[in-house]
């Protein structure tokens, strides 16, 4: 099974600044790894899939990058509503995700 | 509208089953495999089962294996999971998600671009 591992595990930011989460896989997994966002009492929702293509009406300011086992999502300037928890996944062997990474408004 | 809605939920003692379903609308329901993904309360999202297009191959998470059943009928555009032996461990907010890749016959790892909004499974004497 792949892990995958995510930090920060919270992170604290204000709205209009930069989000930069990041999601390391225990062996490679190419670019086969996607970002979902999940808010309280929601389902996920992918942002991000193949490690670098935005979803179907995904805002420009998310954005996702890497390739093996090191990646990251990048939210260039938060909004209120992307106060979240976020999820990597991977594709590469059966779906795994990642333990998230908490969103909070400083 | 693309959706998915799930049902079936609820209270149940350990060792007992539950079906859960799952009602697709607004896409070709038998040209994606389907996936189901669990939740536990608090925790985070952990890979249950999947199921090809035509429901010829499946797939299990060890943690459910020999335990769990997905079907699908898609004369009727639903999923099913048939869910035995529950454990406490088994309770969660049950998922299903279409993958991202329209393919057909055989089931791909694959991302998730549509989700239900859950079903509470709570196993409990």
């Known amino acids: 099974e792949i892990v995958l591992t995510q930090s920060p595990a919270t992170l604290s930011l204000s709205p209009g600044e930069r989000a930069t989460l990041s999601c390391r896989a225990s062996?490679?997994?190419?670019?086969?790894l996607a970002w979902y966002q999940q808010k309280p009492g929601q389902a996920p929702r992918l942002l991000i899939y193949d490690a670098s293509n935005r979803a179907t009406g995904i805002p420009a300011r998310f954005s996702g990058s890497g390739s093996g086992t090191d990646f990251t999502l990048t939210i260039s300037s938060l909004e209120p509503e992307d106060f979240a928890v976020y999820y990597c996944?991977?594709?590469?062997?059966?779906?795994?995700f990642g333990q998230g990474t908490k969103l909070e408004i400083k | 509208e693309v959706q998915l809605v799930e049902s079936g939920g609820g209270l149940v003692q350990p060792g007992g089953s539950l079906r859960l379903s799952c009602a697709a609308s607004?896409?070709?329901?038998?040209?994606?495999?389907m996936h189901w993904v669990r939740q536990a309360p608090g925790k985070g999202l952990e890979y249950v089962s999947a199921?090809?297009?035509?429901?010829?191959?499946?797939y299990y998470a060890n943690s459910v294996k020999g335990r769990f059943t997905i079907s699908r009928d898609n004369s009727k555009n639903t999923l099913y999971l048939q869910m035995g032996s529950l454990r406490a461990e088994d309770m969660a907010v049950y998922y299903c998600?279409?993958?991202?890749?329209?393919?057909?016959?055989?089931?791909?790892?694959?991302?998730?671009?549509?989700w239900g909004q859950g079903t509470m499974v709570t196993v409990s004497s």
């Open positions: 062996q490679s997994v190419s670019s086969y």
């Open positions: 996944q991977q594709r590469s062997n059966w779906p795994s």
């Open positions: 199921i090809s297009s035509n429901g010829g191959s499946t």
């Open positions: 998600a279409r993958g991202v890749t329209m393919v057909r016959g055989v089931i791909l790892p694959d991302a998730f671009d549509i």
């Open positions: 607004g896409f070709t329901f038998s040209s994606y495999a």
